[in-house]
């Protein structure tokens, strides 16, 4: 979460008046205060479950019969292993993602295997890419999040609309013109209701009782401060469609970019 945030932040590079600046900067106060808090209870919660990690493989090893079947604690005892690794990892200190050239269409399946392996979502997800799409300078794993909240939200509004064996997601992609590259997830879920629509990527706005309202306001802070645009088609009770489209950049742009990063 800190990585994410300090990452939106660092590539925001805004091109907006002076209001929209002071707003835009608000925000991300506001951002950077949740984090925070969050950073915080992650912290702790890792702590405790490194802990109670330790207490399982503990009373583990000395349950009858398991350590003499080694089909049975080998696969166990990895898994537990790979847990603490896990857990550790989260405690290391932040350091800056740099920006890559990164294929577009890679990080859409990416996306779709990150949203399939962590949810339990029976809807299923179409993929229609060009396969031949110039590759953008940005942070990989920062494009992979942005298309895995956009495709989570769709599978979330398809779940909802229960639309049984005629849900699904698309998401395709193409070249817009020759400096912009076009991605679509659409949905035919329940769509978002008219007075919602101008709220949508407002932070701490959302529709669900358990959900932080951060996910789509990251989302078009990110797209926005690498030269992007996020747009929303929608109609209430028949679906979504979310346009991005990120910026090709040129050579010179490119060494522009690694020149001030360096």
Same mark, same amino acid.
């Given at each position: 979460?800190? @990585?994410?945030?300090?990452? =939106?932040?660092?590539?925001?590079? &805004?091109?907006?008046?002076?209001?929209?600046?002071? /707003? @835009?900067?608000?925000?991300?106060? /506001?951002?950077?205060?949740?984090?925070?808090?969050?950073?915080?209870?992650?912290?702790? #919660?890792? $702590?405790? &479950?490194?802990?109670?990690? =330790?207490? !399982?493989?503990?009373? &583990?090893?000395?349950?009858?019969?398991?350590?003499?079947?080694?089909?049975?604690?080998?696969?166990?005892?990895?898994?537990?292993?790979?847990?603490?690794?896990?857990? *550790?990892?989260? $405690?290391?200190?932040?350091?800056?993602?740099?920006?890559?050239? !990164?294929?577009?269409?890679?990080?859409?399946?990416?996306?779709? %295997?990150?949203?399939?392996?962590?949810?339990?979502?029976?809807?299923?997800?179409?993929?229609?890419?060009?396969?031949?799409?110039?590759?953008?300078?940005?942070?990989?794993?920062?494009?992979?999040?942005?298309?895995?909240?956009?495709?989570?939200?769709?599978?979330?509004?398809?779940?909802?609309?229960?639309?049984?064996? $005629?849900?699904?997601?698309?998401?395709?992609?193409?070249? $817009?013109?020759?400096?912009?590259?076009?991605?679509?997830?659409?949905?035919?879920?329940?769509?978002? /209701?008219?007075?919602?629509?101008? %709220?949508?990527?407002?932070?701490?706005? #959302?529709?669900?009782?358990?959900?932080?309202?951060? =996910?789509?306001?990251?989302?078009?802070?990110?797209?926005?401060?690498?030269?992007?645009?996020?747009?929303?088609?929608?109609?209430?009770?028949?679906?979504?469609?979310?346009?991005?489209?990120?910026?090709?950049?040129?050579? *010179?742009?490119?060494?522009?970019?690694?020149?001030? @990063?360096?």
């Amino acid at each position: 979460f800190g @990585q994410q945030a300090a990452e =939106g932040i660092r590539n925001a590079q &805004l091109y907006r008046d002076s209001q929209e600046l002071y /707003r @835009q900067a608000e925000n991300r106060r /506001r951002a950077a205060e949740i984090f925070g808090k969050m950073a915080f209870n992650a912290s702790a #919660s890792v $702590h405790e &479950l490194k802990n109670r990690v =330790g207490v !399982v493989r503990g009373f &583990l090893q000395i349950v009858p019969g398991i350590m003499d079947d080694k089909e049975i604690s080998e696969p166990i005892f990895r898994n537990l292993d790979q847990m603490a690794d896990m857990l *550790d990892n989260l $405690h290391e200190p932040f350091h800056i993602v740099p920006d890559t050239m !990164v294929s577009i269409d890679s990080c859409v399946r990416r996306a779709t %295997r990150r949203v399939d392996g962590s949810y339990d979502y029976d809807v299923p997800i179409k993929l229609e890419l060009n396969g031949k799409l110039p590759e953008i300078y940005a942070a990989q794993d920062m494009i992979t999040e942005v298309f895995k909240v956009l495709i989570k939200n769709a599978l979330e509004a398809v779940s909802v609309a229960e639309k049984g064996e $005629h849900g699904r997601v698309l998401v395709t992609t193409q070249l $817009h013109d020759s400096e912009m590259i076009e991605i679509a997830i659409n949905d035919n879920g329940t769509g978002i /209701r008219r007075e919602d629509e101008s %709220r949508i990527f407002e932070m701490r706005w #959302s529709t669900k009782s358990s959900g932080l309202g951060f =996910g789509l306001f990251w989302t078009k802070d990110y797209v926005e401060g690498i030269g992007g645009t996020i747009n929303v088609k929608t109609v209430y009770g028949e679906g979504t469609t979310f346009i991005v489209r990120l910026p090709v950049n040129r050579p *010179d742009q490119i060494r522009a970019a690694a020149d001030e @990063q360096a």
